[in-house]
């Protein structure tokens, strides 16, 4: 998932505290919650996101 330049040092250092797979999963939702409109639950996020999250919806739940 591509971050926006200005975001990327203050993600960096939250990636340090997570699993790989979680990190990607964060930075999945963190994206979807820069460019989703309207209420910002996991659910609206993966449907603003569509194809870009692989797997299953609870996978991007317990990352919250």
């Known amino acids: 998932m591509i971050l926006p330049p200005e975001a990327h040092d203050l993600v960096q250092v939250l ?20 460019v989703t409109t309207g209420r910002r639950t996991v659910a609206n996020l993966l449907r ?10 609870t996978d991007y739940q317990r990352v919250l």
């Not at 990607?24 to 963190?30: A, D, G, K, M, P």
């Not at 603003?48 to 919806?57: D, E, Q, V």
């Open 48 to 57: 603003t996101l569509r194809h870009l999250a692989p797997g299953h919806r």
């Open 15 to 34: 990636a340090l505290h997570f699993t790989n797979p979680t990190y990607q999963r964060f930075s999945t939702l963190l994206v979807g919650a820069l």
